[in-house]
């Protein structure tokens, strides 16, 4: 799935939710499916956007590897076996990191909102949305926070948002023709969605 696909996909779901916080839901999407690769073995099909933890209401889960910091050995992280949600449809993935982000991390909501994404990675942290594998707590923060900026940066032209021009230090993204002919394509549609929300949510 492209990163314009991905937002149409999301404008659908969470018509009456601000630009920012469905950008924030793409993010985080892309950052826990390993950039789009989606979930292997156990995990594939789940729907699972976030990578989140635990049982779904619909009862259905899948088993798969985590990790933490170790401090014994900080050098060699714990990894552990837990259970991850598993959902019927990307719709519904969708809608339950969306509750989970609006209910229990209203900081990275609201940086996502007021145009703060350097603070989003700080905000997740101590809201304990992720760990990281260091026993740093500054050095899980600065990875994230890089990793937000570079996917932030491929996923702002579809927002409107500025986004550095294509080079050596773009993101992928942006040095990936099919996909800028993808959000080509796409950005119509987006828009046409996106103000068909606005509307509703005037309403």
């Keep these: 799935m492209t990163h314009a696909e991905a937002a ?3 404008a659908a779901a969470l018509p009456e939710v601000s630009d920012g ?11 826990e499916t390993n950039y789009g690769a989606g979930w292997k073995a156990a995990g594939k099909g789940s729907h699972n956007w976030g990578a989140i933890t635990g049982t779904h209401n619909n009862g259905e889960y899948f088993i798969a590897s985590d ?15 837990t259970k991850f949600r598993r959902y019927p449809s990307d719709v519904e993935g969708i809608e339950d990191l ?35 594998t260091s026993t740093n707590p500054a050095t899980n923060v600065e990875r994230h926070r890089g990793r937000v900026m570079n996917i932030h940066a491929a996923l702002a032209p579809l927002y409107g948002m ?23 394509i796409a950005l119509p549609m987006l828009s046409l969605i996106m103000v068909l929300a606005r509307a509703r949510r005037r309403g």
């Design 162 to 184: 500025a986004s550095p021009p294509p080079g050596e230090d773009a993101p992928p993204f942006a040095r990936r023709p099919q996909l800028r002919f993808a959000a080509a």
């Design 21 to 31: 916080g469905r950008m924030l839901v793409q993010l985080i999407g892309w950052l």
């Design 98 to 132: 969306w509750g989970l982000l609006n209910s229990r991390y209203r900081g990275a909501v609201d940086a996502a909102d007021e145009g703060r994404w350097e603070d989003v990675s700080q905000e997740l942290y101590d809201g304990g949305y992720y760990t990281g």
């Design 8 to 10: 149409v996909l999301i």
């Design 67 to 81: 990790s933490r910091p170790n401090p014994a050995d900080p050098s060699h992280p714990i990894k552990y076996q």
